[in-house]
């Protein structure tokens, strides 16, 4: 089994940055595909950005792509979310997902493993 639990959430202004981070335990996830999805009220869960097992290939929604940058420490067995210039619009709950599989996913349902969430709340 994996766990993962985020942090670095928080409250931000617009413009700012703020870093998120997703530490696994339980196994290692060095050959797991990462992602994050994110959760605003009212609004279904939705895909963010993703990386492979080895952190060289990368896939943004078009929404943060240019701002966000995800990568990944395998030695650490941590993934982060590196959030330059957010918008207000980015204010949701934030999830880490892990699959698996070794090749990036969009979709919930590719993932198998789930952290709890930190709230990133962006004021203009």
């Known amino acids: 089994q994996v766990q993962l639990v985020e942090s670095g959430g928080g409250l931000v202004q617009a413009g700012g940055s703020l870093r998120l981070s997703c530490a696994a335990s339980g196994r290692t996830v060095s050959g797991y595909a990462m992602g994050w999805f994110r959760q605003a009220p009212g609004k279904e869960r939705e895909f963010v950005a993703a990386?492979?097992?080895?952190?060289?290939?990368?896939h943004y929604a078009d929404s943060v792509k240019g701002r966000f940058t995800i990568s990944r420490d395998n030695a650490k067995n941590t993934v982060y979310l590196q959030m330059n210039i957010p918008k207000p619009e980015d204010t949701a709950v934030y999830y880490c997902a892990a699959t698996r599989a070794l090749v990036i996913g969009y979709s919930s349902e590719w993932y198998d493993y789930w952290g709890q969430g930190t709230q990133v709340t962006v004021s203009s």
């Open positions: 990386i492979n097992w080895s952190g060289g290939n990368t």
